[in-house]
């Protein structure tokens, strides 16, 4: 080979001269590349081997055509291998495919996708080999080529024996779906034999109750003994169902132990044939429990729709009797479901045929049994559309009777609630007329007026009307409380309704009608007593009125007593309030004459005679006070009204606050006077000169802050001529500034308005 050409020179390794790169590699060219060497440039050694090296190429050809033969059994082997890979995945799909989701598969899901796994290792190291192979024939070295086939071929065998083993597993899948198919069917025809066993049970109820009432007893009857059959048969189905099961998990097992694919296979198709039996044996079952479900759905729609004809007549003679228009609009709704309920049974009928006569195709091709359960299901609901309608005709009769009782209850209650709030307002009366009685009680006490047996009789018949008014108040609470009982009592008779329209269960439907029975007879109860309480507190109204009239009665002698009592009092105090002024003035006057003779600045004597002059002009102001309190309680003392009593009182009384407020500042202005010359030249001692000092000061201060009138008077007192007590005698005439001689000119005008 060329190898050994170029190894036989050493030291070499890049190519010979005149030598293509990459170019020798495969060819038959030895010969023309020693022709083109300079033998005498190499030793004697060189030439033997050269020329042994050509001696060597000459059997190259050989070699050559039996690389090219090693080469093809390995590419055969790759691609057989990469077959076999791809094989074996598409039998892991399958197997991956068919038992997603059963957890009885997963074993034989593991195995196909180890198997798979492995052959495309397989087919991986086939394709190496092809590699390697193509490599050593470059080199032109059979052996290594020969050495690559044998790897190759053993990787195809393991490529194929994996293969094997995946599509196995891949069989083993569809023989553990096919029986777990097969255990489906059959727990479905088990549960259609149920339903017809079910369905069995209502047809022997249905019998029972017609011969009971003795109608439709031979019908019942028959439908009874059909359903027996029916119900028979499901069973018969159900069993062979079971027995197809068995037939499954014996290819199932065979499938697992299988020794090879044929087999494997074999074992799979007999689980999947038996899980296609045990599916038409659903079928049969299913179509005999749906056609019994339709006989007994149109046998209980008949006895429903009889049932609805009869509860119509007493809704029919609710609508003729009541005069309560929602009792009469509830009672002619009510004759609706009646119709409905003949309507529905005749629907239940015809679709209960129409089940039996699709079940005789259903059963030949015995794929499914959707058609008759249509059928079945239409049937089924009808009947309870019959029954619904039946039992809603019942409840509507509670309900108009509920109407009755709540429409009836309103009205007492409202009256009662009325009675209450007159009770009520006549106790407010009495109150205020008590009230009135304490209020000027007190004020006729301070001016020496005693009206004592005439404000207890207030107070005594003031609680007599709190007394009837809380009894009325309480009765009326108990009618509108028992009034919202009957209420809440008539919406238990409609949600009872509303639950019968919305109900298919059977007990669910009587448990609504016994609802709206025990709602109606609980309504009638509340109802009676509803009415007594109304009726007492009717009674108690009235007398919160007596007692009312009573009260006011006796506080208009009080009222009337205090007011000319106060009346005379005010006018008393402003007729001395105004004395004193004008005594005030007087002295006010003679001091600002006697700083008007002394040496005092000018400035001292304008300022004394001003205060003086404002002294004078704050007595006329009481004067004039005065005469308004003599005129207002001359009215007093004559009003044969109480009211007008207490209107002309409080005018006497506010022109009283005016002359003592007059007083008060004409005895400030006379200390002022006083304050304007120096003390020394009226032979006043030091303590009497602070004395009056500190007097003035204060008055000022509670003049300007409109303090505590007693304590200001007392300061005044001692200013005033003769230091006359101008307080004496000040009882309820208290407020001594401007807003409080306001206050009670406006109560004046209020009772004027009065």
């Given at each position: ?504 269960d059977m007990s669910e439907l009587e448990k609504a009608k016994e609802e709206a029975i025990d709602a109606a007879n609980i309504a009638h109860q509340k109802w009676l007593k509803a009415t007594q309480a109304a009726t007492i507190a009717k009674e108690k109204k009235e007398a919160a009125k007596v007692a009312a009239e009573k009260a006011q009665t006796a506080a208009n ?89 207490r209107s002309e009182a409080d005018k006497a009384i506010a022109a009283a606050k005016k002359a003592k407020k007059a007083r008060e500042k004409a005895a400030y202005g006379l200390l002022k006077t006083k304050n304007q010359y120096v003390l020394e030249p009226l032979d006043i001692s030091p303590e009497s000169a602070d004395n009056i000092t500190s007097k003035e000061e ?57």
């Open positions: 080979s060329r190898h050994h050409l170029r190894n036989g020179f050493p030291g070499k390794n890049d190519s010979l001269p005149h030598e293509e790169p990459n170019n020798l590699e495969g060819k038959n060219e030895s010969s023309d590349q020693c022709d083109t060497i300079n033998l005498s440039q190499v030793t004697e050694k060189e030439k033997k081997t050269v020329e042994g090296a050509s001696v060597q190429a000459q059997d190259e050809p050989n070699d050559a055509t039996e690389i090219q033969t090693e080469l093809k059994k390995v590419q055969t082997a790759k691609d057989e291998s990469a077959t076999a890979a791809k094989e074996a995945e598409t039998a892991k799909n399958s197997a991956v495919s068919a038992g997603k989701g059963l957890d009885a598969a997963k074993e034989a899901i593991k195995t196909a996708e180890a198997a798979a796994d492995e052959a495309k290792k397989e087919a991986a190291i086939a394709e190496k080999a092809a590699k390697d192979a193509e490599a050593a024939e470059k080199e032109n070295n059979l052996e290594n080529v020969k050495s690559q086939v044998k790897i190759a071929d053993e990787a195809l065998k393991k490529a194929k024996s994996k293969k094997n083993e995946a599509e196995i597993a891949a069989e083993l899948v569809k023989a553990v779906v096919a029986k777990e198919e097969a255990q489906k069917a059959s727990d479905e025809a088990h549960k259609a034999y149920d339903k017809a066993q079910e369905a069995y049970t209502k047809a022997q109820k249905a019998s029972d109750e017609a011969q009971k009432a003795h109608a439709n007893v031979q019908q019942a009857s028959k439908t009874k003994e059909a359903v027996e059959t029916l119900k028979n048969n499901a069973e018969t189905a159900a069993n062979k169902a079971k027995e197809e099961v068995g037939k499954a998990e014996t290819a199932e097992t065979g499938a697992k132990n299988a020794k090879d694919l044929d087999e494997a296979k074999q074992k799979a198709t007999d689980a999947e044939t038996a899980a296609k039996d045990a599916k038409k044996e659903q079928v049969k079952a299913e179509i005999a429990a749906e056609v019994a479900k339709a006989k007994v759905a149109k046998e209980e729609a008949d006895a429903a729709q009889k049932k609805a004809e009869a509860a119509k007549k007493i809704v029919d003679k609710i609508a003729q009797d009541t005069k309560v228009p929602e009792a009469q609009r509830e009672a002619k709704l009510a004759t609706q479901p009646a119709s409905k309920a003949t309507e529905a049974a005749t629907e239940a009928g015809k679709k209960a045929q129409e089940a039996e006569e699709s079940s005789k195709e259903a059963e030949e091709k015995a794929e499914t049994s959707d058609a008759v359960k249509g059928k079945a299901d239409a049937a089924e609901k009808a009947a309870g559309e019959a029954k619904k309608a039946s039992i809603e005709t019942e409840i509507a009769i509670e309900v108009a009777k509920a109407e009755v009782l709540n429409a009836e209850v309103k009205k007492t209650a409202q009256e009662a609630e009325k009675d209450a709030t007159e009770a009520k307002e006549q106790a407010e009366k009495a109150k205020a007329a008590a009230e009135e009685a304490k209020t000027h009680g007190e004020k006729a006490e301070k001016v020496g007026e005693s009206t004592k047996a005439h404000s207890d009789k207030a107070q005594q018949e003031n609680k007599n009307a709190k007394d009837a008014s809380e009894e009325a108040e309480n009765r009326a609470v108990d009618a509108l409380e028992e009034a919202y009982a009957v209420e809440a009592h008539l919406a238990r008779t409609k949600n009872a309704a509303e639950s019968a329209k919305s109900a298919t002698v009080v009222k009337d007593k205090a007011a000319k009592a106060e009346a005379k009092k005010a006018e008393t105090e402003a007729v001395k309030a105004a004395v004193e002024a004008r005594a005030a003035a007087e002295e006010a006057k003679q001091e600002a004459a006697k700083v008007g003779a002394s040496k005092e600045p000018q400035e001292t004597k304008n300022k004394a005679n001003v205060e003086a002059e404002a002294t004078g002009n704050e007595a006329k102001k009481a004067e004039d006070a005065a005469e308004e309190a003599k005129e207002a309680a001359k009215k007093a003392n004559e009003a044969t009204d109480a009211n007008v009593a204060q008055v000022k201060e509670e003049m300007e802050d409109q303090g505590d009138e007693d304590s200001n008077e007392a300061e005044v007192e001692e200013a005033l001529p003769n230091g006359s007590g101008a307080q004496e005698e000040d009882v309820n005439l208290e407020m001594d500034d401007e807003e409080e001689v306001e206050e009670v000119e406006e109560n004046v005008a209020t009772n004027q308005q009065t």
